[in-house]
């Protein structure tokens, strides 16, 4: 058994989300009951998809992820799933990204990619919530 | 090779045994012996020290960072480091007089590289030195509206070439002083001071195979170009650079410099064999690649690719078993993408995008393959994870979207 020590680049936990993908993938986002969050920018090298499918009960029953960004965007994101799913709505308003960030072990340099997939889980939540009130006057802000 | 399997005992004796060129790693992964305590001067205990464990290191493809010293180059240094310790500089004893004359014989190595006279070459610790010694200069001009025009021979990133010898004209009908930095040109693409009317140029030991912490400044004779020495001291180096000049560094410099006038056809020659079959193989299975820079004016050995809606740093993490470089914000300090990148007006997202792959006299075709082999497989399948691909797939124009602002 041969090992690349990477451990002095990028923690392990970070490399795992790609190497061992879970929750990649779309949700279909015309469907009444999954709420789409899409944030970050190209131009900054940092773009996250965040979807979630909510059951009648208002909980969390799936949730898929797609990110264009560094390992720890892509690591930060595809925690943000695992830990959403199972979560009700207001219960996954709570997940801060310090607690992503510690989860990773991501240094000072990288705290921005636990900010953004805080934000996709906000945006994602928020679209949900929109879609659950359709023409009951102002829809609520994002 | 000669250290690349050494093991805690071998690596503290020297080996003095010349290889002619460097044998091709298994598999492409080189095999060493993890000792960090190899390091410490004072020798551990060998009963109570632990087993050293085997460990794979990644392919190197990162020659524009750095170089491996060319085994004939260690060969040349090595009686220096061990015997031959004179300080160059002293007048009075056989110690001095032959450290001072292997000083020269690397000097008149290094000039010959750029059809330049020894006495025109001064040594430094690094390009990074000859650079500020070369724009101090301006400082001393001996016109006050003297200027200097300063470019680099072939960009470090993107490998482009600049033409050389037509700026080095213009500077020389409009009496401007022309200074290049060719740390990545020297020894890989022919260079003459005259027939290019340089004034100045930096040279860099370690990205010609040759040690770290040595390099070169050129300064013309005829006319005279004045320089204003950047650290004062006992004058060595005709007073432009004093401090005791480091012998066996030099030495390996000028081996450097005249085992790369002697490899240099071939070199090339080989350099862009595999530099096609990269380009060709990677363009060939992935749509969507860019390739930066100008593809005619261009060194083989430095190729920038930006593969569109994959990350650059995410690309590296998953090509872990290759040493490569990015321009993407995440691999610099400053979280700014390369201004290289940025001055040629590639857009902000492929800029983000890219990978320089380095290929350099010791790349294989093996490790060239096995690169390309996991870049493509690692590009389809961080394109899988990307939200821009998908959208693009499904027909959707990426400039139309109003991203978020972060």
């Known amino acids: 058994v041969v090992l690349v020590d990477l451990s002095i680049s990028l923690p392990a936990q970070v490399v795992d989300h790609y190497e061992n993908p879970r929750n990649v993938g779309s949700l279909d986002k015309t469907s009444k009951n999954v709420g789409t969050g899409l944030v970050g920018a190209p131009a900054c090298g940092d773009v996250m998809k965040l979807q979630i499918q909510v059951d009648e009960k208002g909980k969390i029953v799936d949730a898929k992820f797609k990110t264009f960004g560094c390992g720890s965007a892509i690591a930060s994101s595809s925690l943000a799933t695992e830990w959403v799913k199972g979560k009700t709505v207001e219960e996954a308003l709570t997940i801060k990204n310090t607690d992503i960030a510690k989860e990773l072990c991501l240094p000072p340099v990288k705290l921005h990619c636990s900010m953004l997939a805080e934000d996709a889980i906000k945006a994602a939540l928020a679209d949900y919530k929109l879609k659950q009130e359709p023409k009951k006057g102002e829809a609520e802000k994002t | 090779m000669l250290l690349r399997t050494a093991s805690r005992r071998v690596a503290s004796a020297v080996l003095v045994t010349p290889v002619p060129r460097a044998k091709a790693p298994t598999r492409g992964l080189r095999l060493r012996v993890v000792d960090h305590a190899s390091q410490s001067a004072v020798p551990p205990d060998a009963v109570t020290a632990p087993e050293a464990e085997s460990v794979l290191r990644p392919l190197y493809m990162d020659v524009q960072a750095t170089t491996p010293l060319d085994p004939r180059v260690l060969d040349a240094m090595l009686p220096y480091l061990v015997n031959y310790y004179g300080n160059p500089h002293s007048r009075t004893h056989a110690y001095g007089w032959e450290s001072e004359a292997a000083m020269e014989r690397a000097r008149q190595q290094v000039a010959s590289l750029i ?292």
């Open chain 2, 115 to 406: 059809g330049a006279d020894p006495r025109e070459i001064i040594f430094t610790s690094g390009a990074t030195e000859s650079n500020n010694i070369a724009i101090k200069e301006l400082e001393a001009a001996i016109r006050p509206d003297t200027s200097l025009v300063s470019v680099m021979t072939v960009n470090n990133e993107i490998g482009v070439k600049q033409p050389i010898a037509e700026i080095g004209r213009i500077c020389s009908s409009k009496k401007v002083y022309f200074h290049t930095d060719a740390a990545q040109a020297v020894g890989k693409i022919p260079l003459d001071v005259n027939d290019m009317k340089i004034d100045l140029m930096s040279i860099s030991g370690h990205k010609i195979y040759g040690p770290k912490g040595v390099g070169a400044i050129y300064i013309r004779r005829r006319p005279r170009v004045r320089v204003e020495a950047l650290q004062s001291g006992g004058g060595q180096e005709r007073g432009m650079r004093s401090g005791t000049v480091p012998t066996p560094l030099v030495v390996g410099l000028g081996a450097a410099c005249e085992v790369a006038q002697q490899e240099m056809e071939y070199d090339h020659r080989r350099i862009s064999k595999l530099a096609e079959r990269l380009i060709q193989k990677i363009m060939q299975s992935l749509p969507d690649v860019v390739m930066n820079g100008d593809p005619e004016h261009h060194y083989p050995g430095c190729i920038n690719l930006s593969f569109a809606y994959v990350e650059g740093e995410s690309l590296l993490m998953a090509l872990k078993d290759v040493a490569l470089s990015s321009g993407s914000a995440c691999t610099s300090a400053s979280l700014e993408p390369s201004y290289v990148l940025r001055a040629i007006g590639t857009d902000e997202d492929l800029a983000h995008s890219s990978i320089r792959f380095g290929i350099g006299r010791f790349t294989t075709e093996e490790e060239v393959d096995y690169t390309v082999e996991k870049c493509i497989h690692h590009v389809k399948r961080l394109r899988e994870m990307s939200p821009l691909w998908e959208m693009v797939q499904d027909g959707i124009d990426l400039k139309s979207i109003k991203w978020t602002q972060h």
